[in-house]
């Protein structure tokens, strides 16, 4: 199928085109799932919260000024939605004892080494994913996993360029935090 554009789609809903909007859920959909998922940690509330945001942005479609793209404009939404079912629910954290302690759990049927490493590297940075600030997860979400660019981020979030820069800084480095705990706590593990 050809992908005329969001513009192109969203004048066609305007138009009275009701199934352009398909094109354009078809398009976002992965990514606004993704960023919900990384926001909410789970997936049925992932699947709700961008449901919602695609509903939000079909029933505020004629609000779109298209002065920003429309995926900064949908990103806004989920953002804003994901935040606030987790504002009205108590979450969960894993202990780091939750985390699998070694690489060898993840080894299987058919599984080499170096794809186990890979496999035990994303648990561990998903596990600190999990143990930082619900805005601080979707930043990093937003900037290394959707790529956004920091303007774009602020735009979403409704943060300044600077602020957005400095919990950028602070994820990493809580992030890094949670890893080397992480890893310390394995090796104590393996030395007794």
């Not at 945001?53 to 479609?61: G, I, P, T, V, Y």
């Amino acid at each position: 199928m050809d992908y005329r554009g969001d513009t192109y789609y969203i004048k066609q809903v305007l138009d009275g085109n009701v199934n352009a909007f398909t094109f354009i859920v078809d398009r976002h959909k992965d990514h606004a799932f993704n960023l919900a998922m990384r926001i909410c940690g789970n997936r049925e509330e992932a699947e709700e919260v961008a449901q919602d945001s695609f509903m939000k942005a079909w029933r505020s479609l004629k609000q779109f000024k298209m002065k920003s793209s429309f995926a900064t404009w949908l990103y806004r939404i989920v953002y804003n939605t994901a935040v606030s079912l987790i504002r009205t629910r108590k979450k969960g954290i894993l202990s780091l004892e939750e985390f699998p302690a070694d690489i060898t759990d993840f080894t299987g049927n058919n599984i080499t080494d170096e794809e186990a490493e890979l496999e035990y590297r994303n648990s561990l940075l998903n596990f600190a994913l999990q143990k930082i600030s619900d805005e601080e997860r979707a930043l990093i979400t937003l900037y290394y996993f959707e790529e956004s660019t920091i303007d774009e981020i602020a735009e979403v979030t409704g943060l300044g360029k600077s602020n957005v820069k400095v919990k950028l800084f602070r994820a990493r480095q809580k992030m890094g935090e949670v890893i080397e705990k992480t890893e310390k706590k394995k090796l104590l593990y393996y030395e007794r």
